[in-house]
């Protein structure tokens, strides 16, 4: 094939190359692709990202980074060819896949438009053919959901039909969702061997046919509930789930990693959009599109985060009304506003502060705390698992104060002052904690605002210390951040202990974690750009750009 001069590729996109064998032969390459399930596809794709940001991190001179994040591509010379070396990017490739990237298919390889195109298109048209590999898999993943487990004749004649319909719910639905997406996609990369866009296509689909993903997922805690149940009370459904598992078609995956697939799927599109968003030439209408796309798609994710938690969140406030007990004028719990944040057992200090010098064992009694997003209840527990409630007060009412060098009686001590309690006085509490990261959880959640040890995202600071995830975390209690592999956060805060308070970059979701699940990103140039990338991801949240001009302005 001819070369092209560069210039042929600022229009928004080529059709200089022959795309009839390439149209021809794409369902035989994602039928390639298709060899992994999605469970794996998604585990190999942020091991790897892992791997990556690993590699940039050690590369301690400031030139050996990305030469896309130094040098605009305009500056780049557009009349010498040689200068415009295919880019190898080596780490992305694995041995066990016929194909991996965009760059390696043969018709891309032989129709030379490598050499022609820009380094950073070439990473664009892999972050954009990624999306596109990943939902075939994930497509592959469902259909064997339902045509392996939930068509089974043995599974159906032991289900009753509620019990099939809250097992598998809507995945009918999802399943048609995903094959009417996947097949505009599969047309999109048809049209083309360099792939104009795919997120003007995402969109589309996430404002007229995502809903099914809320759906799905809002049944998640009932789905989790009545798999724990058939497995104890139903042994043929218990040998059958088993026998099914075993299937090479399975490839060792479970079958509840096969029921969560649509909430990691959703999840994970979200941030495939916004890979491509960090790629996209600024000011342009691929940003304009994909961040409209990226806008829907977090909407989404909203919903059906919030879909799950209500639906815990519900059942856990009936549970606590049950168990609490007024010495005080009693204080409506249940309220469809209102959550729990944290709860637990703290030691209060007896009588005045200048009774510090009494024997430890008679300076502390226990008492128990119910915080909720609106409201803490203040309780001593009594027999009967029952708690009798002696004081409350407006979250937003609460104040902490930390107590240093105390003496080893005092460690983890704290001061919690209630501004207006239930007698519509001020009150304060000495309060000892078990432990350093659990006095400092319990300050951050009895009172957000008060400043970390690190600032967070929205202050816009150049640097701040970086985590990534290397091990994923299921989160435990309500104060904690569940983590997926390849998650980035900022510290926040940290304790001696081993626990770290952070705030994941790609949707500011803040929490508590094992500072053993993650690997502290060293490299100041990499933390700085994985922080501009994130605050261009987001930008064209109005609000959220509101709120950061106040906070810079004070």
């Known amino acids: 094939h001819a070369l092209l001069p560069l210039h042929v590729f600022n229009c928004p996109f080529p059709h200089y190359f022959s795309t009839t064998l390439f149209s021809c032969n794409l369902s035989y390459l994602l039928c390639s692709f298709l060899g992994l399930l999605y469970q794996e596809y998604r585990d190999k794709s942020t091991r790897e990202e892992i791997e990556t940001r690993r590699l940039q991190d050690s590369q301690t001179d400031p030139e050996e980074t990305s030469p896309s994040e130094e040098t605009p591509s305009e500056a780049e010379p557009t009349s010498t060819i040689e200068n415009k070396a295919p880019p190898q990017i080596n780490l992305l490739r694995n041995s066990n896949s016929r194909f991996n990237l965009w760059q390696d298919l ?72 995903s094959e009417r997406f996947l097949l505009d996609l599969e047309q999109r990369v048809e049209e083309n061997i360099v792939i104009s866009d795919v997120c003007d296509i995402v969109y589309q689909h996430t404002v007229n046919h995502f809903s099914v993903y809320i759906t799905y997922v809002s049944n998640q ?21 088993s026998q099914l598992e075993l299937d090479p078609k399975c490839k060792g995956l479970s079958f509840s990693s096969f029921l969560i697939l649509p909430f990691q799927r959703i999840t994970r599109l979200k941030l495939l959009v916004q890979n491509i968003l960090k790629k996209v030439e600024e000011k342009s209408d691929r940003e304009s599109t994909a961040l409209d796309a990226h806008k829907e798609l977090e909407t989404v994710v909203k919903a059906c985060n919030e879909g799950v938690r209500k639906m815990s969140r519900t059942e856990q406030m009936i549970s606590i009304q049950k168990k609490l007990e007024f010495k005080i004028k009693s204080v409506p719990i249940i309220s469809h506003s209102r959550w729990l944040l944290k709860q637990g057992e703290l030691q209060q200090m007896n009588g005045p502060k200048t009774s510090r010098t009494l024997r430890t064992k008679k300076l502390f009694r226990e008492i128990y705390l119910f915080l909720f997003n609106d409201l ?138 094992p500072s053993s699940m993650g690997e502290e990103i060293l490299n100041p140039k990499i933390r700085a750009q994985n922080l501009k990338e994130c605050f261009r991801v987001h930008k064209s949240d109005d609000s959220q750009r509101r709120k950061l001009g106040s906070r810079n302005r004070q």
């Open 221 to 241: 805690t009932y789905q989790e509930r009545a798999y724990k149940q058939l497995l104890q009370d139903k042994p043929a459904f218990r040998e059958v789930i």
């Open 106 to 177: 043969p018709e891309v390889q032989s129709s030379g438009v490598l050499s022609i195109l820009q380094p950073d298109e070439i990473k664009l048209q892999e972050a954009m053919f990624e999306l596109v590999t990943s939902e075939a898999s994930y497509y592959k993943s469902l259909n064997l959901l339902v045509s392996h487990f939930m068509e089974n004749e043995r599974l159906k004649k032991i289900l009753h039909q509620s019990e099939a319909h809250i097992l598998f719910s809507n995945v009918l639905d999802v399943m048609a969702v």
């Open 376 to 513: 803490l209840v203040i309780c001593r527990q009594i027999p009967g698992d029952k708690y009798q409630v002696f004081d409350s007060a407006p979250r937003g009412l609460l104040r902490v104060e930390e107590l240093e060098d105390q003496g080893q009686s005092l460690a983890n001590v704290f001061i919690l002052r209630l501004l207006e309690n239930a007698d519509d006085r001020e009150a304060s509490y000495m309060l000892k904690a078990s432990s350093q990261s659990e006095m400092k959880r319990w300050m951050i959640s009895l009172a957000p605002n008060r400043r970390t040890k690190f600032v967070s995202f929205t202050s816009r600071l150049v640097d701040c210390p970086q985590i990534q995830c290397v091990h994923p975390y299921v989160a435990q209690q309500p104060d904690e951040l569940s983590l997926e592999l390849a998650d980035v956060l900022n510290i926040l805060d940290k304790t001696d202990d081993g626990w770290i308070f952070g705030e994941r970059l790609h949707d500011q979701e803040r929490g508590w974690f």
